[in-house]
């Protein structure tokens, strides 16, 4: 028992979204839904997290962030995208500016769909997650740097 | 003419270290070929070294300190003398800038030595011109260990000044190394002397050598702020001088270890004056601004005069005054004055972001410290003060000698600019961490004296605890934030492939290891040295018991396991960027800002001066120093 | 009971009771917030996720500061059940703490260079008090030995009432508790990003934890101290000044460091300073 399923933190990211679905995960955390009973904590800081949240699709500037910020998290690590916007690019899929979700740039474990996401899924989704990660952990799955598509 | 006494290999061997500085330094000034001089000042500091290190075994059967007559009419004469000249001097210094105070000053002190001389001159009896006590070779060992280290390093350090940094100042260096060893000779005059004349001639040499090595950029700024060391030493020698014609008043002599033996009540006058003069030679507030001004002096200046010894003769002076005005109410205003000293200078040394400031301020408020131990007075606080005055001597001379390293290296003083250090300067920038941690840090040697510091001030006098446990705080704050500077390392950069050259190298080195051993040590230098003085001096001592040792040794033992740790590091650890918000750009260093822009990151420590100001600070403490000296002054007499 | 058993004892007895102590930490803190907040555990399987993680750095030294961390802080702590020097104590403390703050500056980006200036500016707030407590206590018994302190037959807290309040106040501060949580934060608050501790993580992330799990027994060792001569009443009021300190971490935003150390700095001067005033007035009569 590595304890990596009962203490995951979060790094949250927006991406492009409208905010619809960042809303509904800080509701989880909330007293109504309160993930903190799994142990879930928010932390800003990519070095301390475990599950990638990202909410909207993605678009030039989130692009480098992601991928900047998906590297700066150690192993193991999962990607859980919120919304159908970071899932597939949601109804802005065929902008000019929109490479579509987020699975375009990073490898996603678990997707959340919805418009906004309902907290009980995104919590359905994170346990989902926290049982990838036990796997990725029991497999020692080695880190690969993802380098930045370089799209002007 | 009063017959010499034989001349004991110990009477021999302090003669010779008062005068061969003295002598060499006076030929200096007119030895211009510079690798003739490398020999001389390689070869002198080295005979000096030796001649202090041979002081420890000559003196070491010396259980009580022991004095020299050398009563010769010719000696005196010769004293007299010089002091003229010097006074005369002054005097000219002080009427060709026009500067009022400079001249009256000395003209009062003229005057009264002068009375003194025509009536008493004749039947002053003196049985003991010189004398060596423990603490006597404690200091003899601090400036021909340093001193000699310090000069070493000028070498090198000066060939660079002129060639290379400074190339605006006249080179005099004949000058300038003629001073370094006349002052060294002085100062073991000063340290020896137990004629309170001879000791007041060193003192005044002293002055004078400070007076000219600050002045020698020969700017507006350093010749102003020359004149302005100057007037304040003058004030301190004004009232030693005092000092000695109240003492001939009360006791019919002019020894200091006499004084020292008087009863309290007798001799508090003198005593009182003694300390003042020992507060302005040690800048203590409200005379501190000189040392500030003295910084613009060359480097090995800054950290012989200003830093190691001759501030440390004011402490000195204060240390031995101790056992007459403890438990006095001039002690109380001594500790009053020591203790806000050590306080200001604290908080006003983090306002500072030059880093021969912030070591200014440390210093003064390190000196403070000892003479608020001085004023206390009992054994246990003379034990500390006498710890605190080696330790600090040994790790701030090690301070100011890389950052004058670091000055050459990229011509600046600011601590913002020293940033990454450890990768540009690695061996300066470990020496200063030594150094640093020398200052502050537990198990080092600063902190077992501020230890001691505690422990003597909770028995004696509880309530000047508030300036220690505040004043400790601040330097705390300080020193960590410069050491972060040092160890951070925000740019891509190289080493520099040649640091130091070879004379500043040997300085560094033989400092850096200095600092270890005497921490290191720091129980055998208590034991042999300081406890046997205040053993001396009051009957009992204080010391550190069997297990305090144990645990600092233990602490020391971790702390020296920390740059072991460092071989093999970095396996088993993968290297990311910063966190930058997710915007870095290529690296750590940069990252995409507003509007597009690579922006760098820069990170500026805090200085905090919206919180404390320095001018507010000095002038408030400036204002509660003189009304603590005022106070010591009248009650000395009144009570 | 010998010194060595003690230390054993505190070696393996604190991290448990650390962890248990910041799991109800985080308990309380869920109900005040009408939550029903994480199990007592949940630091335990913090740590040990931690440990388990990959470990990244910025500098590749900069982790080796923080085992130094740990040891002193351990060192501290066991010094101080030992029984030995309060002042030593103290210093081996702050020796700790600055090899924190050094790590920090080692992993030379913004966040944690400010989380480690915040840190300093929290040290320069409590020290003062905490070695006021030290010379208080040392008035108020004569010696600067915890054991002697502990064998007291006074209680101490009615001869340094003022002293008393004071580390309680600065106790916030050591806690790293709002109001004066200013380097760094455990809850959701983001301001510094996580401050002193961004750059770290896994393993060294986890010793960070553990070090604060013994730096919070020591501390509520020394709340007992205050008591000592009355075993019970002294375990119950440092279980009590925890919860208080949780209560005061909730019902108060952060403040600004000018702030803290202001009010730090005044309160030790008023009660810390006053209290020993007194005492020293009294004992010269």
């Given amino acids: ?152 | 003419m009063t017959a010499c006494n034989p001349m004991t290999p110990l009477t021999l061997l302090i003669l010779s270290l008062i005068m061969v500085p003295l002598a060499t330094g006076l030929g200096l000034a007119f030895l211009r070929i510079d690798a003739l001089r490398k020999v001389v000042v390689v070869g002198v500091t080295l005979a000096v070294c030796a001649g202090t290190i041979a002081l420890v075994a000559v003196s070491a059967p010396l259980d009580l300190g022991g004095g020299m007559s050398l009563n010769n009419h010719w000696i005196n004469m010769a004293i007299l003398g010089a002091e003229v000249t010097m006074s005369l001097y002054i005097i000219y210094v002080g009427l060709r800038a026009k500067h009022a105070m400079i001249v009256l000053l000395t003209l009062a002190q003229m005057g009264l030595m002068g009375w003194f001389e025509f009536t008493a001159g004749a039947h002053v009896e003196v049985t003991q011109n010189l004398f060596v006590d423990k603490l006597s070779v404690i200091m003899a060992l601090i400036n021909g260990l340093v001193g000699g280290g310090i000069c070493i390093y000028a070498l090198g350090y000066m060939r660079e000044y002129h060639e290379v940094a400074h190339r605006e100042v006249r080179d005099r260096r004949p000058l300038f190394f003629a001073l370094l060893f006349v002052f060294l000779g002085a100062m073991f005059g000063l340290i020896f002397a137990n004629n309170l004349m001879w000791l007041f001639l060193f003192w005044e040499i002293t002055t004078l050598c400070s007076f000219l090595l600050i002045g020698y950029t020969q700017t507006d700024e350093a010749l102003r702020n020359a004149r302005r060391a100057l007037v304040m030493n003058l004030a301190g020698g004004l009232a030693f001088a005092m000092a000695i014609v109240w003492c001939y008043r009360q006791t019919h002599g002019i020894e200091l270890q006499a004084l020292i033996g008087s009863k309290q009540a007798l001799v508090l006058v003198p005593a009182a004056l003694l300390c003042f003069a020992g507060i302005t030679k040690s800048a203590q507030l409200p005379f501190s601004s000189w040392l500030l001004g003295a910084m613009v002096a060359p480097t090995p200046v800054s950290a012989l005069l200003h830093s190691s010894t001759m501030v440390k003769a004011g402490v000195y002076l204060v240390l031995r005054m101790a056992p007459v005005i403890t438990g006095t109410k001039v002690g109380t205003m001594v500790a009053l004055v020591g203790g806000i000293t050590f306080l200001v200078g604290s908080l006003a040394a983090i306002t500072a972001s030059e880093a021969k400031r912030v070591l200014a301020w440390s210093t003064i408020a390190n000196l403070g410290l000892i003479v608020l131990c001085g004023g206390i007075g009992t054994y246990e606080a003379l034990w500390a003060g006498v710890l605190l005055i080696i330790f600090h001597a040994v790790a701030k001379c090690l301070l100011f000698l890389c950052v004058g390293v670091v000055d050459h290296k990229m011509h600046t003083r600011s601590i913002e600019e020293m940033s990454g250090l450890i990768r540009r300067l690695p061996r300066v920038a470990v020496m200063m961490l030594i150094g640093m941690a020398g200052m502050f840090l537990a198990p080092f040697g600063m902190l077992i004296s501020k230890w001691a510091v505690l422990k003597a001030v909770v028995d004696a006098a509880p309530l000047l605890s508030v300036f220690i446990v505040f004043g400790s705080a601040a330097t705390l704050f300080f020193w960590v934030k410069w050491m972060g500077k040092l160890v951070e390392v925000t740019a891509a950069g190289d080493t520099d492939k040649k640091e130091f050259g070879l004379s500043e190298g040997v300085a560094l080195y033989s400092l850096g290891v200095a600092t270890f051993l005497t921490c290191l040590l720091f129980p055998l230098i208590s034991s042999q040295f300081v406890e046997p003085y205040v053993m001396d001096v009051y009957g009992q001592t204080a010391s550190l018991s069997k297990d305090n040792i144990l645990i600092m040794t233990i602490m020391m033992a971790l702390v020296m396991l920390f740059p072991l740790s460092f071989i093999g590091y970095g396996r088993g650890v993968k290297v990311v960027d910063a966190y930058l918000g997710g915007a870095n750009v290529g690296g750590s260093v940069r990252f995409l800002g507003s509007a597009n822009a690579v922006e760098e990151v820069t990170m500026h420590n805090y200085y905090l001066r919206g919180f404390f100001s320095e001018t507010w600070l000095s002038r408030w403490g400036g204002i509660g120093g003189s009304v603590f000296l005022a106070i010591m002054l009248l009650v000395s007499y009144f009570l | 009971m010998s010194i060595w058993i003690r230390v054993i004892i505190y070696l393996v007895a604190a991290p448990v009771v650390g962890c248990l102590l910041s799991g109800w930490d985080r308990r309380i803190t869920a109900r005040m917030q009408a939550r029903q907040g994480p199990p007592i555990l949940q630091p335990l399987y913090d740590v040990m996720k931690l440990w388990g993680k990959e470990n990244l750095v910025v500098r590749r030294s900069q982790n080796l500061y923080i085992w130094f961390f740990l040891v002193l802080v351990i060192f501290t702590g066991g010094l101080f059940f030992a029984g030995a020097d309060l002042l030593l104590v103290i210093f081996a403390l702050t020796l700790g703490a600055i090899f924190f703050v050094l790590g920090a500056y080692k992993a030379s980006s913004p966040y944690s260079f400010i989380g480690a200036e915040r840190e300093l500016i929290q040290i320069m707030a409590y020290e003062p008090m905490v070695l006021l407590t030290a010379i208080g206590m040392y008035i108020a018994t004569r010696s600067f030995s915890v054991e002697a302190i502990a064998g007291h037959s006074k209680l101490l807290v009615l001869t340094l009432p003022g002293v008393f309040l004071g580390f309680l106040y600065t106790l916030e501060i050591k806690f790293r508790k709002s109001p004066f949580d200013l380097s760094s934060s455990h809850h959701a608050h983001q301001e510094l990003v996580r401050g002193i501790t961004t750059e770290f993580s896994g393993r060294t992330l986890a010793l960070i934890e553990i070090a604060h799990w013994y730096e919070t027994v020591f501390l509520l060792g020394w709340v007992y101290l205050f008591f000592a001569s009355l075993p019970m009443l002294g375990v119950a009021v440092s279980l009590f000044v925890f919860v208080f300190v949780i209560l005061v971490d909730n019902v108060f935003a952060r403040l600004k460091w000018q702030t803290a150390v202001r009010s730090a700095w005044l309160v030790t001067a008023v009660l810390g300073f006053g209290n020993i005033l007194i005492l020293s007035l009294l004992q010269n009569k």
Wanted: aromatic share 6%.
């Fill in chain 1, 1 to 152: 028992m590595s304890g990596i399923s009962k203490s995951p933190w979060i790094l949250h990211y927006d991406a492009s979204s409208c905010n619809g679905c960042d809303i509904e995960v800080l509701a989880c955390l909330t007293p109504v839904f309160d993930v903190e009973r799994l142990g879930v904590i928010n932390t800003g800081n990519p070095k301390h997290a475990d599950i990638f949240l990202v909410t909207g699709a993605v678009n030039e500037q989130s692009r480098k962030v992601i991928v900047n910020l998906y590297n700066q998290m150690p192993e193991p690590k999962v990607v859980v995208a919120v919304g159908i916007c970071a899932s597939t690019g949601g109804i802005f899929r065929e902008c000019y500016n929109i490479s579509g979700g987020v699975d375009s740039i990073i490898p996603v474990d678990v997707y959340v769909p919805g418009c906004a996401a309902r907290p009980e899924a995104i919590i359905d989704g994170v346990v989902q997650a926290l049982g990838v990660l036990e796997k990725k952990r029991a497999a020692q799955i080695p880190s690969n740097t993802i380098s930045a598509t370089a799209s002007t």
